[in-house]
């Protein structure tokens, strides 16, 4: 960090983008039904509400905040609203990312010519895009500079992901992992990390390369973990599963923001980040996916298998003067103190089916914890 402390205006902005299921709010099952309740919470939230690539999916967005209590306030109106919208249709939305009960393969694909040609590109592959995640943007209007940053996140994307792992369920069977999202996602030829880049030339060519390849639909559809924003001047980390709450998606992009700040002292000081074995981050990924915050990650930069809490605690350490700075270290460590008691998303999603061995229970649990001050499915159903 440098010594100087930043003013307020100098503190990034920051903005989060959350994506929602669709559910029945009597089975509890996913529905293509994300028009209607993005066009009920319209109304209450403007752009800041849409669809997304299935009809069994909703996104809500922010706009850009320079304090915590600004983000966590948008992220809990959103999810309010978007919840409203669905129990005054007979629906609810759930923040999961992967559907718990329903047919979710071959999802429902929004209709349109951009749609039809990822369908034509990516074929198999769109049949399980029944997945939500949590995307938050850090300002960087300088982009070489947002590589340089960019090369030395990539080496906490794992542990992103374990802390966020909220996806247990797929086709109403517990797949024995933390974050299925992150496995049917790494399938995808532009997953996972971005290559070790030097410039933000360097990085346009590399889309370039992958547009004339055929991987890419538009550039709009680079899905690495980690990237430039093709519409904001921000840096988007794009690894994590979409948290059961407002609290946790705003602890997360506390923490982002943070170690944004701390890579770019780094970089300031003419350090462009590190070099990072392929197999290495693949494996990383690959236990952060299993065991989420309840067993151990890979070090990437050692290869040492470590407790996922450690490496997290780690990472709060390494973002700590940035945080005191914004006035983020508490909200980020209560975070990290609920996950060590209460456990990821996951653990509390089956947590919720173990009470009487019923999915619906789950869907329940993860409605409730989506919008918590909005009538439950027993007030919607009773009222």
Not at 162 to 174: C, G, I, K, Q, V
């Amino acid at each position: 960090m440098t010594t100087e402390q930043r003013s307020g205006s100098q503190i990034p902005l920051l903005g989060v983008e959350e994506e929602f299921l669709v559910v029945d709010v009597d089975r509890g099952e996913v529905v293509p039904e994300a028009a209607t309740v993005v066009d009920r919470a319209r109304p209450a939230l403007g752009t800041r509400v849409g669809g997304e690539i299935t009809k069994l999916q909703v996104e809500t967005r922010t706009d850009p905040c320079r304090s915590l209590d600004a983000l966590s306030a948008q992220l809990v109106e959103g999810r309010a609203a978007v919840q409203a919208a669905a129990l005054s249709a007979g629906l609810r939305v759930i923040a999961s990312g992967s559907p718990v009960l329903g047919r979710a393969v071959p999802p429902p694909i929004t209709e349109g010519p951009r749609q039809d040609r990822g369908t034509a590109t990516f074929r198999g592959l769109h049949d399980e895009l029944a997945i939500c995640a949590v995307h938050v943007h850090v300002e960087e209007p300088d982009r070489d500079r947002a590589v340089l940053i960019g090369n030395h996140l990539r080496q906490h994307l794992p542990v992103f992901l374990a802390l966020t792992a909220n996806s247990p369920y797929w086709s109403e069977r517990d797949t024995g992992y933390a974050s299925w999202r992150s496995v049917t996602w790494g399938r995808w030829p532009v997953a996972g990390a971005p290559p070790l880049l030097r410039s933000a030339q360097q990085y346009d060519d590399h889309v370039d390369m992958l547009l004339e390849a055929g991987a890419l639909v538009d550039r709009g559809t680079i899905f690495w973990d980690l990237r430039l924003s093709t519409n904001h001047p921000t840096l988007e980390v794009r690894v994590a599963d979409v948290p059961l709450t407002a609290a946790e998606s705003a602890a997360l992009a506390a923490l982002v923001r943070a170690l944004v700040v701390v890579a770019g002292d780094a970089v300031d000081r003419g350090d462009e980040g590190p070099e990072l074995v392929p197999e290495l981050m693949r494996l990383a990924y690959w236990r952060a996916a299993r065991d989420g915050m309840g067993g151990h990650g890979v070090d990437v930069l050692t290869g040492r298998l470590l407790p996922a809490a450690a490496l997290a605690g780690r990472l709060v350490e390494l973002a700590r003067p940035a945080l005191h700075e914004a006035g983020d270290c508490e909200r980020v460590e209560d975070w990290l103190t609920h996950l060590a008691t209460k456990g990821d998303g996951a653990t509390r999603q089956r947590a919720a089916a173990a009470l009487r061995g019923r999915l619906t229970d789950v869907v329940d649990e993860i409605a409730n914890r989506t919008a918590p001050n909005v009538p439950s499915r027993e007030d919607s159903t009773t009222a």
